[in-house]
């Protein structure tokens, strides 16, 4: 996965819809903490992990990958809102970990270091939140091309959300 390419297209974006919005000036950073969360729990909502009462399966996989997708344009605009999207080389060395937590444990991690990162937005805070969520790729079995080629066409739907002033 190009990370440096994904942080670049996202400043893009960002840009685009904040002048659009007239917040150049604005602090986003709690706002795109919350969106990300939520993003999140649109995701977890899909896979249907946590629904012990419920015999229906998760969507399909597309639908899983591009909810994957919007929580990465919300992750990695958070790493451009705290300068901390110079990044790329230690993110490159991700590796698959082993998944010691189940689905639903893991959907709570990321929360965490969601939460940890609004609390103490550091370098390492973001790192470990970019490495958590990035595991939660492997758990749905999305390979990094396959989140990367996402990206690039939500990016594109959301420039066209922009021009319909969605």
């Given at each position: 996965m190009?990370i440096?390419r994904?942080?670049?297209?996202?400043r893009?974006?960002?840009?685009?819809?904040?002048?659009?919005n007239?917040?150049q000036?604005e602090?986003?950073?709690?706002?795109?903490v919350?969106?990300?969360?939520?993003?999140?729990?649109?995701?977890?909502?899909?896979t249907?992990?946590?629904?012990?009462?419920s015999?229906?399966g998760p969507s399909?996989?597309?639908i899983?990958l591009?909810?994957?997708v919007?929580?990465?344009?919300?992750?990695?605009?958070l790493?451009?809102?705290k300068?901390?999207?110079?990044?790329?080389s230690?993110?490159e060395?991700?590796?698959?970990e082993?998944?010691?937590?189940?689905?639903?444990?893991?959907?709570?991690?990321?929360?965490?270091?969601?939460?940890?990162f609004?609390?103490?937005?550091t370098?390492?805070?973001?790192?470990?939140l970019?490495y958590?969520?990035l595991?939660?790729?492997?758990?749905l079995?999305?390979s990094?091309i396959?989140?990367?080629?996402?990206y690039?066409?939500?990016?594109?739907?959301?420039?066209?959300r922009?021009?319909?002033n969605y």
């Amino acid at each position: 996965m190009d990370i440096k390419r994904l942080f670049q297209m996202q400043r893009e974006l960002d840009h685009t819809i904040e002048t659009k919005n007239n917040l150049q000036d604005e602090d986003l950073f709690e706002r795109k903490v919350f969106a990300f969360v939520v993003e999140v729990a649109e995701l977890a909502n899909e896979t249907r992990c946590f629904k012990f009462w419920s015999q229906k399966g998760p969507s399909k996989k597309e639908i899983l990958l591009e909810e994957y997708v919007d929580g990465i344009h919300f992750l990695l605009s958070l790493g451009i809102e705290k300068k901390l999207d110079s990044i790329e080389s230690e993110l490159e060395k991700v590796k698959e970990e082993p998944k010691n937590l189940n689905l639903t444990s893991h959907f709570i991690k990321v929360n965490e270091e969601a939460l940890a990162f609004f609390h103490n937005p550091t370098r390492e805070a973001y790192l470990k939140l970019f490495y958590t969520y990035l595991q939660l790729a492997s758990f749905l079995d999305f390979s990094l091309i396959e989140v990367e080629e996402a990206y690039f066409a939500k990016n594109k739907v959301n420039y066209q959300r922009q021009e319909s002033n969605y």
